[in-house]
């Protein structure tokens, strides 16, 4: 059983910047498939970027030139980097590993944009 588990959200101003972390268990963090999601209030759960074992990445078209994914394998760590943040960024974002077929989620970190 892999334990996923989210920290860094909180509440930023609109232009403002946050890092989220992702900390999951296992000796094979390097191999997992990571990913981070987000779902806002009354909205579906959406991918906001993910990240191979190989460093390929992928970013939902609304936060490209934005947000940043990247891993620290030695931590069994994976960053969001999130810059110029909207308004439309709040939600309640998660952190998801996959691996040999089985996924794990976190609990989900507030990010709440607002002046």
């Known amino acids: 059983q892999v334990q996923v588990v989210e920290s860094g959200g909180g509440l930023v101003q609109p232009g403002g910047s946050l890092r989220l972390s992702c900390t999951a268990s296992?000796?094979?963090?390097?191999?997992?498939?990571m990913a981070w999601y987000r779902q806002a209030p009354g909205k579906q759960r959406e991918l906001v970027a993910s990240?191979?074992?190989?460093?390929?990445?992928n970013y939902a078209d609304s936060v490209k030139g934005r947000f940043a994914i990247s891993r620290d394998n030695a931590k069994n760590t994976v960053y969001l980097q999130m810059n110029s943040l909207k308004p439309e960024d709040t939600a309640v974002y998660y952190c998801?590993?996959?691996?040999?077929?089985?996924?794990?989620w976190g609990q989900g970190t507030q990010v709440t944009v607002s002046s």
């Open positions: 990240l191979t074992k190989d460093g390929k990445t």
């Open positions: 998801n590993a996959w691996s040999a077929g089985s996924t794990y």
């Open positions: 296992g000796s094979i963090f390097s191999r997992y498939f």
